[in-house]
């Protein structure tokens, strides 16, 4: 007797394993390099699908107030036609009349707070305790290190999260994440794209700001704020430094096998064209710094350090080695913290004091 396989999900895990990236990561030299980079840029950018609608900002100031030494905004600006967003603003006291200072968009993952424990708001157990399994308040770290900080919400995230507001309740057992990529792909885009968008809108508000050096621009994020970060970069040509928390992988094993994405985090055809090794590759000569938990329970350390092995494969053929770093920490799915403040002391020509 045969025995056939009656499971879809062991299907699409078999066509993963197997599967092999039309532009994957071929070049020897850095003149092949190039011309992969070039036009494999291109066919990704195309899998983001279109852009919104850009939009006059119309910033409003709602509060301003000061927390641990720094001197902390919360503004409200529009991100495009019809949808506005509030915006977190760390700056470091000690900023000098007319200084300018490094800047770093700080993206956050998944969870129902967004922006709040990242840009450091520990007004609560349930914020104290995001904060504590993460190290998740990078965007207020960072600032005490010196560096101007912003964060936004994702759609669906934070003070933008369609769960509180009963009126958009979404069905039993639907994900907003899914809702939203099913939304967006019907009218040819991708959250990713909106999301990208955003924050692009942000970085135009920051960077107009008489602290705040245009030039020197970093983005870094953790988990869902690392696919973020990553997306950022490859589409914001203002960005100069990047740092990608747990958010480095293969494909086949992280997303078909653990089924650790979601709509959010989905550019239609992607993997068709390149693994994530490859897209962190495309961002060469980006100076990159990665982190990868040893113990992280959703990007397995195995498959996580064979990625970043790929990627570093790819920044050696670029003939930019010292543009990639590490920070394998010790720790679950959080951020290392541990080379950070260096790396973009370093890339934004910033001495942290």
């Given at each position: 007797?045969?025995?056939?396989?009656?499971?879809?999900?062991?299907?699409?895990?078999?066509?993963?394993?197997?599967?092999?990236?039309?532009?994957?990561?071929?070049?020897?030299?850095?003149?092949?390099?190039?011309?992969?980079?070039?036009?494999?840029?291109?066919?990704?950018?195309?899998?983001?699908?279109d852009?919104?609608?850009?939009?006059?900002?119309?910033?409003?100031?709602?509060?301003?107030?000061?927390?641990?030494?720094?001197?902390?905004?919360?503004?409200?600006?529009?991100?495009?036609?019809?949808?506005?967003?509030?915006?977190?603003?760390?700056?470091?006291?000690?900023?000098?009349?007319?200084?300018?200072?490094?800047?770093?968009?700080?993206?956050?993952?998944?969870?129902?707070?967004?922006?709040?424990?990242?840009?450091?708001?520990?007004?609560s157990?349930?914020?104290?305790?995001?904060?504590?399994?993460?190290?998740?308040?990078?965007?207020?770290?960072?600032?005490?290190?010196?560096?101007?900080t912003?964060?936004?919400?994702?759609?669906?995230?934070?003070?933008?999260?369609?769960?509180?507001?009963?009126?958009?309740?979404?069905?039993?057992?639907?994900?907003?994440?899914?809702?939203?990529?099913?939304?967006?792909?019907?009218?040819?885009?991708?959250?990713?794209?909106?999301?990208?968008?955003?924050?692009?809108?942000?970085?135009?508000?920051?960077?107009?700001?008489?602290?705040?050096?245009?030039?020197?621009?970093?983005?870094?994020?953790?988990?869902?704020?690392?696919?973020?970060?990553?997306?950022?970069?490859?589409?914001?040509?203002?960005?100069k430094?990047?740092?990608?928390?747990?958010?480095?992988?293969?494909?086949?094993?992280?997303?078909?096998?653990?089924?650790?994405?979601c709509?959010?985090?989905?550019?239609?055809?992607?993997?068709?064209?390149?693994?994530?090794?490859?897209?962190?590759?495309?961002?060469?000569?980006?100076?990159?710094?990665?982190?990868?938990?040893?113990?992280?329970?959703?990007?397995?350390?195995?498959?996580?350090?064979?990625?970043?092995?790929?990627?570093?494969?790819?920044?050696?053929v670029?003939?930019?080695?010292?543009?990639?770093?590490?920070?394998l920490?010790?720790?679950?799915?959080?951020?290392?913290?541990?080379?950070?403040?260096?790396?973009?002391?370093?890339?934004?020509?910033?001495?942290?004091?």
């Amino acid at each position: 007797m045969s025995f056939r396989n009656l499971s879809p999900q062991h299907m699409f895990e078999q066509m993963a394993f197997a599967h092999q990236p039309s532009r994957k990561f071929r070049a020897r030299t850095r003149k092949e390099f190039a011309t992969w980079r070039q036009r494999t840029r291109a066919e990704v950018t195309e899998c983001l699908g279109d852009w919104p609608e850009r939009c006059e900002l119309n910033p409003q100031l709602l509060a301003e107030w000061t927390h641990d030494g720094l001197r902390k905004q919360k503004w409200l600006i529009d991100v495009q036609p019809g949808l506005s967003a509030t915006l977190l603003l760390n700056i470091p006291a000690d900023i000098q009349q007319k200084e300018r200072r490094p800047v770093i968009l700080c993206w956050h993952g998944h969870g129902p707070h967004g922006k709040e424990p990242v840009m450091g708001n520990d007004s609560s157990p349930e914020l104290r305790a995001s904060i504590a399994a993460h190290n998740y308040n990078y965007g207020h770290q960072m600032a005490k290190a010196g560096f101007v900080t912003f964060a936004i919400d994702w759609i669906g995230c934070g003070e933008r999260n369609d769960c509180t507001k009963p009126q958009h309740r979404a069905p039993p057992g639907r994900d907003w994440c899914n809702l939203y990529y099913l939304h967006a792909t019907m009218l040819g885009m991708t959250p990713i794209s909106i999301n990208v968008t955003h924050g692009m809108a942000a970085t135009d508000f920051v960077l107009a700001q008489p602290f705040v050096d245009p030039e020197r621009l970093g983005v870094m994020g953790l988990s869902g704020g690392g696919t973020m970060t990553t997306w950022t970069a490859f589409c914001e040509p203002r960005v100069k430094a990047a740092e990608i928390m747990c958010y480095c992988d293969l494909w086949a094993h992280f997303g078909y096998r653990d089924i650790n994405y979601c709509g959010m985090q989905v550019a239609p055809g992607l993997f068709k064209l390149v693994d994530l090794p490859d897209l962190l590759g495309l961002l060469a000569p980006l100076p990159v710094l990665v982190d990868i938990g040893i113990y992280d329970t959703c990007f397995k350390v195995d498959t996580a350090m064979a990625a970043f092995r790929q990627i570093e494969r790819i920044y050696k053929v670029a003939n930019v080695p010292e543009n990639l770093e590490l920070d394998l920490h010790p720790g679950e799915h959080g951020w290392g913290g541990n080379r950070s403040v260096a790396f973009f002391g370093k890339h934004l020509d910033w001495d942290p004091r």
